[in-house]
């Protein structure tokens, strides 16, 4: 299985609601990671796992919350969002933290924030 | 620091013509370089990646790179384009030694017509 699987697939929220991204991986990797992807952009790390461990955290807003309950899933807790949080939520994984490692990304949650 | 520069933001080929995406890197140390490709409302997928091992890199889809540090260059070619290539492709940079931070280019959208 060399899959990422990301739910939900859209997701609309208003600005005081709470909601979860999941994402999913079977392939033993042991880093994972989230990027938000604005439109005609690339992709911006927010947020690397490393066994389970918060190893990066680029700056985001705490209205942002990660979560890793274990090697497999990798959770993005909402609350508060802006507007201008709406954007692709890309999910990745990786073997480990090597450079040369190569990251497999999920599809992607596209979130609406009214 | 490292940085990847895609020179031209759009463009378009015609169906069985040859495919140039170009990338120049800039990176204090030997770098890990990667091309992946976007279609649209999807993740990323990995096309290749060079890792030092060979300069000339092949990829899925009839896709090849060619590593030069002489120009500090990672272009993208394929040979023949066909309908099904077109998306947007991501020049991206990891150093060795770090953690798996892709830094991405700003991206290139391939239009193929008729």
């Known amino acids: 299985d060399t899959e990422v699987t990301q739910t939900p697939k859209h997701l609309v929220m208003g600005m005081t609601n709470k909601k979860s991204l999941k994402c999913e991986q079977h392939m033993g990797h042991r880093a994972m990671y989230w990027y938000k992807q604005k439109a005609k952009k690339p992709p911006e790390l927010m947020f690397v796992y490393s066994y389970e461990k918060l190893s990066i955290n680029e700056s985001v807003p705490s209205r942002f919350s990660p979560e890793c309950p274990n090697s497999s899933l990798l959770n993005l807790h909402l609350h508060a969002l802006q507007p201008e949080d709406s954007a692709l939520y890309l999910c990745a994984s990786s073997q480990g933290l090597a450079g040369g490692d190569e990251q497999f990304f999920g599809p992607g949650t596209r979130l609406t924030v009214l | 620091a490292q940085s990847v520069t895609q020179l031209g933001s759009h463009v378009s080929v015609s169906e069985g013509a040859l495919v140039l995406l170009r990338c120049n890197y800039s990176s204090s140390v030997p770098p890990y370089l990667f091309w992946y490709v976007q279609y649209p409302n999807q993740g990323l997928q990995l096309l290749l990646k060079?890792?030092?091992?060979?300069?000339l890199v092949k990829g899925i889809n009839g896709f090849e790179a060619e590593f030069k540090k002489s120009e500090t260059s990672f272009h993208l070619t394929k040979p023949s384009a066909h309908m099904s290539d077109a998306a947007e492709y991501f020049c991206a940079v990891s150093l060795t030694g770090t953690a798996s931070k892709l830094t991405f280019g700003t991206g290139t959208r391939l239009q193929v017509t008729l």
């Open positions: 060079y890792t030092s091992a060979a300069t």
